[in-house]
């Protein structure tokens, strides 16, 4: 070879040589690639496979395979029970989750179009997530409106079950008879009402007698005197023995052993609390149920002195008190010849659950469902104790552990835990919109939804919740103005500036914009006009803000203008609401006074709840059956919709995103949906007295109707 030839054939033997290894090594990357997605396949596979958490309406129930399984935990599954035990598979529970939903209750309060905009689901489990969406909207909340409750007067008798507070009050005898038996000083401490110590004394739950007399300073024997007397009063009470059955049915349904807060909490649900302090309320719950304990095991004591009832046809006690790490356990009593495990033995299983899950709280990380149940199951449970389910292996645990409580997740987390860690660890400030943002409340509420009982949430302060956004990593700053976290603006390479508050509601920005329509020839009210019957002819929702002092005659000059059919919410809604009083033979005053009552009170009650979401079920239909009626592309006009809000979380919020979503819809109707709202502010967030309402893009779901367009549409009164 040349000496000229040589290093032409070494440049090319080097990239012949370069050209081969990197063959090689791009083979061997995507080899590895390849074996990293099956794993990742092998990870779902695994994962899908996974059963769901057993309650006790699905624990012990055969099924065939795992999709007979899912099936049988959604048709059990109740507003308050857990995605991960409602029959929703694990990638699906995951989605729900991102979409801050972790019970069925929570996942029907998000529309179903947000379901199927969610991030990161694939086709089949939007398609799941809808499906469960619609049986349990179907199975749970589209039932007939609940009769009238039966109203209680002043005077009533016994007989009609009254709430936790009234029935603490009968078991007290009136202040100021210190003298007769038994003495209203003793009766209240033994029940730990309000009002006997002096402030900053505290006693142990269910205090014993010495800690009674050493409170009220007096003697152990005249304590254990008058608790005597009052435990023979109230067993006279016909009242108390329904609640001690009530007692037993609960205490049946849960496997035969509870906590008394357990017990409190459940009889306070059933019976309602006149109070507006949960803590007060649960206090009076708490009496009731040891006044009703203490009834039913005074018939043990009296077996065991000899003494017998007037007939000789009293049942045996049917309760058990044990005392378990400074908690207050009440067990049902074994029956005579069965194999069921003692009260002695349920409280010392309880017990190990509570120890263990103490420590599997206090770990960090926080163990998954997973890790939490394989634990609590590795402990010896009592010969002869049926298996408890998922969901109540975990509450029981909980319980008794004593600052520990569960998440929707079956995780155990202490109530002690930090906010920047549970901001962390729910996600709960991920995915908030630049252009809404979200409030204080809302975003602890999203963290309470994943911690329910979190102590740190209470009275928590936006510069506290900011300054623990920084140390979770969350770059949410919060503006005093609109008071909302809102995302930092990006301002890197590539990145698009977010709109600050002062951009949107600058005047000089909005007269630049107008300019620039005008400098091309065209009259701003023109293009927006033109945009409108655009937007008439492709259907949809649009949302249309105006000033609240330009509303009146505008949803008429609209419906004339663009041909649109104007639907006022407000009539219908009332008008639903008058049919259904008329139908379940309730006065209308009583509706308004419920009313009244939620406008004072700002809780809404249940009864009067109940109505307007049929109402609003109503409404819904008639609106569907309007747009059907006037042709297959109507476009309706909605106006005059405060009841839609006022009734938001009974109702109202349901109503407008189905709307929302049948105009979203080519093939459902109606066509298209327009909603007139008037606000301070037509440019900012579009809001229906102070509810935010959903827009998917900005540019196409949302105009303003500035005053020179609203004043255009009138015609100008005519010159005499």
């Known amino acids: 070879m040349s000496a000229e030839l040589f290093p032409q054939a070494l440049s090319e033997g080097l990239k012949g040589f370069f050209e081969r290894a990197l063959h090689r090594d791009v083979e061997q ?17 695994r994962v899908d496979a996974a059963p769901p958490a057993t309650t006790p309406a699905t624990v012990g129930i055969g099924a065939e395979d795992l999709e007979d399984a899912r099936e049988q935990a959604a048709e059990a599954a109740g507003l308050r029970t857990p995605l991960a035990a409602a029959g929703l598979s694990p990638r699906a529970v995951s989605v729900a989750e991102g979409l801050k939903a972790h019970t069925v209750e929570q996942l029907l309060d998000i529309p179903p179009h947000y379901i199927s905009r969610a991030r990161g689901a694939g086709n089949a489990i939007r ?92 003697s152990q024997p005249t304590v254990s005197q008058n608790q005597q007397a009052a435990i023979a009063a109230w067993a006279e009470l016909p009242w108390l023995v329904r609640v001690r059955d009530e007692l037993v049915a609960i205490l049946t349904d849960r496997d035969r052993v509870c906590t008394a ?29 040891r006044a009703a304990v203490e009834t039913e095991i005074r018939k043990r004591d009296e077996e065991q002195s000899g003494a017998e009832s007037a007939d000789g046809s009293d049942p045996p006690a049917r309760f058990a008190v044990q005392r378990r790490g400074g908690r207050v356990v009440i067990a049902l009593e074994d029956q005579p010849g069965a194999d069921d495990p003692t009260p002695a033995e349920l409280a010392d299983y309880a017990a190990l659950l509570a120890e263990q899950a103490a420590d599997l709280a206090g770990r960090d990380p926080l163990p998954g469902r997973a890790t939490v149940l394989r634990e609590l199951r590795s402990l010896p449970a009592p010969e002869g104790m049926a298996p408890l389910a998922d969901t109540r292996l975990v509450e029981l645990a909980a319980s008794l552990a004593g600052g520990v409580a569960f998440s929707p997740r079956l995780e155990l987390f202490p ?62 700053v919060h503006d005093q103005e609109r008071r909302r976290f809102f995302p930092k603006e990006q301002q890197g390479p590539g990145s698009r500036m977010g709109l600050s508050s002062s951009v949107l509601k600058s005047t000089g920005s909005l007269y630049a914009a107008a300019q620039g329509r005008i400098a091309e020839g065209r009259d701003p009210r023109e293009v927006l006009s033109a945009r409108l019957g655009e937007t008439r002819r492709r259907g949809g929702f649009l949302a249309l803000t105006l000033k609240g002092a330009e509303l009146p005659g505008t949803a008429r000059a609209l419906a004339e203008r663009f041909e649109v059919t104007g639907v006022p919410l407000n009539t219908l809604f009332l008008d639903a609401l008058k049919e259904l009083a008329e139908e379940q033979s309730v006065r209308w005053q009583a509706l308004l006074k419920a009313d009244a009552k939620f406008t004072v009170t700002g809780v809404l009650g249940a009864a009067l709840a109940s109505y307007t979401r049929s109402a609003a079920e109503r409404v819904r239909q008639r609106v569907v059956d309007l747009a059907e009626c006037s042709g297959p592309r109507t476009v309706l006009l909605a106006h005059e919709a405060g009841l839609i809000a006022r009734y938001w979380e009974a109702g109202g919020r ?67």
Do not use: C
């Not at 995507?30 to 596979?45: H, I, N, T």
């Not at 017990?263 to 719950?285: F, M, Y």
């Open 415 to 476: 109530l002690s835990l930090g906010l920047a860690r549970a901001l962390r660890i729910s996600q709960a400030p991920a995915g908030v919109r630049p252009e809404t943002g979200i409030t204080t409340s809302d975003l602890l509420s999203r963290v309470r939804a994943r911690f329910p009982g979190l102590t740190v949430l209470d009275k928590t302060t936006y510069v506290e919740l900011a300054e623990a956004l920084t140390e979770s990593g969350f770059p949410l």
């Open 654 to 720: 349901e109503l407008l995103a189905s709307l929302q979503q049948a105009a979203r819809r080519p093939a459902d109707v109606p066509h298209g949906l327009w909603l007139l709202l008037p606000v301070e502010d037509p440019r900012a967030t579009p809001v229906l007295d102070g509810r935010t309402v959903e827009v998917v893009d900005r540019a196409s779901e949302w105009e303003v109707l500035d005053s020179l367009f609203v004043k255009g549409l009138r015609p100008a009164p005519a010159r005499i």
């Open 127 to 218: 398609k799941e997530l809808n499906r469960r969406h619609r049986q349990w909207t179907q199975a749970l909340r589209q039932r007939p409106a609940a009769k009238k409750p039966a109203e209680i007067l002043p005077d009533a008798q016994e007989e009609v079950l009254e709430s936790v507070d009234t029935l603490a009050a009968r078991l007290t005898p009136p202040a100021g008879k210190r003298r007769t038996r038994p003495r209203p000083d003793v009766v209240r401490a033994t029940l730990q009402l309000p009002g006997v110590l002096e402030a900053g004394e505290a006693m142990e739950p269910w205090p014993a007698q010495s800690l009674i007399a050493k409170a009220l300073g007096i």
């Open 261 to 289: 807060e357990e017990l409190a909490s459940e009889l306070r649900v059933r019976h309602g609390a006149g109070t507006g302090d949960p803590a007060e309320a649960q206090a009076k719950a708490l009496a009731v149920v």
């Open 29 to 45: 990357r995507y080899d590895s690639l390849r074996q990293v997605q099956e794993a990742w396949r092998q990870v779902f596979r």
